[in-house]
T-cell receptor, first 114, second 114 residues
């Protein structure tokens, strides 16, 4: 299995809702990442987990809460989002020894906040 | 800090014509270089990467890129494009001295016309 699987593919949520994005990989990668991509813009790093511990938080607002329950799973919990948070959320993974040069990206979750 | 510049936001080209997508980077430390492709409503796929060795790297679908250290460039070329090459192309860099952070350029939309 050489894929990163993200669910759901599309999500519409209200500003008072709580939802979660899920990411799963079975490549034995020990580093996992969340990126946010606005329309017609490059992806921007949000969080990095290494060996299930949060190692980088790019000053992301607390309404985004990441979680890494085990080495194969990465979640992004969403609460009280704003319409400007609408974007494509991409998950990626890599071997810890390769870091960014070994990224595999998922196909993303397209989030719309109404 | 590292930065990536893709000067062309869109490159229109006719099918079977050659194309070059330009990428320049800035960094005070050694970097690894990448090209990613994003098809509509999809995640990012690694097209090719320069880690070390030969400065000319090739992908399986006919793209190539050449690392030029003196000009700090990593331009992407293809001698003959297909309609199916229409996509967004992102140049990216990461630090060699262990970094999990991939820094993207603003992207170039390649539009192949029949």
């Amino acid at each position: 299995d050489t894929e990163v699987t993200q669910t759901p593919k599309h999500l519409v949520m209200g500003m008072t809702n709580k939802k979660s994005l899920k990411c799963e990989q079975h490549m034995g990668h020990r580093a996992m990442y969340w990126y946010k991509q606005k329309a017609k813009k490059p992806p921007e790093l949000m969080f990095v987990y290494s060996y299930e511990k949060l190692s980088i938080n790019e000053s992301v607002p607390s309404r985004f809460s990441p979680e890494c329950p085990n080495s194969s799973l990465l979640n992004l919990h969403l609460h009280a989002l704003q319409p400007e948070d609408s974007a494509l959320y991409l998950c990626a993974s890599s071997d810890s020894s390769t870091g960014a040069y070994g990224y595999t990206f998922g196909s993303g979750t397209r989030l719309t906040v109404v | 800090a590292q930065s990536v510049t893709q000067l062309d936001s869109q490159v229109p080209v006719f099918e079977e014509a050659p194309v070059e997508l330009r990428c320049n980077y800035s960094s005070s430390v050694s970097v690894y270089l990448f090209w990613y492709v994003q098809y509509p409503n999809q995640g990012l796929q690694l097209l090719l990467k320069y880690l070390s060795g030969s400065t000319l790297v090739e992908s399986i679908n006919g793209f190539e890129a050449e690392f030029n250290k003196s000009q700090t460039s990593f331009h992407l070329r293809k001698p003959s494009v297909h309609i199916s090459d229409t996509a967004e192309y992102f140049c990216a860099v990461t630090r060699r001295d262990s970094s999990y952070k991939l820094i993207f350029g603003s992207g170039t939309r390649l539009l192949v016309r029949p």
